[in-house]
């Protein structure tokens, strides 16, 4: 089995993700696939696809009056986006996601919120990574998830957490990792 471009090809067989979840006039979308295939098959994925997502655009805006006049702000809280020793300005945003953490304001009580300077981008293709679509909606289809390299994936990070969404879609996980200490 290959994974190309969204779509699961097999001798023939090629079925989309979205379409892999359908149950159709079978009791369990697995049932389905036991009927349609009925042989062990193996599904590879690569790290880096698994966690693929929406495209994603910036979201800041830029103040036309004073007194921030040309200073790129926080749509939230039209005001400049301040760092530890300088404010963000348009050439900050090149290729890098940025946030902000709003801290409350004594006079209005509001509580601390995050805020993304960042949304996704309705003008490309709508997409969800396929982890997010495995864990939403193939819940308990496979049987084994095997997964290598595992010391890579330690953290709070993307990987990390695809793989824990693939953990909990499986009924059996195996890991493998080649570094025993220090990863």
């Given amino acids: 089995m290959k994974f190309r471009s969204g779509r699961i090809v097999r001798e023939g067989l090629k079925i989309s993700l979205s379409e892999l979840r359908l149950a159709k006039r079978h009791r369990s979308a697995r049932a389905r696939w036991n009927t349609n295939v009925g042989a062990p098959s193996i599904f590879v994925i690569s790290r880096e696809r698994a966690k693929l997502g929406y495209f994603w655009r910036h979201a800041y805006g830029t103040s036309h009056s004073r007194p921030f006049h040309g200073s ?68 308990g289809f496979f049987d084994y998830g095997i997964v290598d390299e595992v010391h890579e994936l330690k953290g709070e990070t993307a990987q990390g957490n695809a793989l824990g969404t693939l953990a909990s879609a499986c009924d059996w996980t195996v890991i493998f990792t080649g570094t025993v200490l220090g990863g």
């Fill in 72 to 139: 790129v702000v926080n749509p939230d809280t039209g005001k400049p986006i301040l760092t530890c020793d300088d404010q963000l300005r348009r050439v900050d945003f090149r290729k890098v996601k940025h946030s902000e953490l709003i801290l409350p304001d004594p006079l209005n009580g509001r509580r601390p919120f995050h805020s993304a300077l960042w949304q996704a981008d309705n003008a490309k293709i709508p997409r969800i990574a396929p982890m997010e679509f495995i864990g939403r909606y193939l819940d």
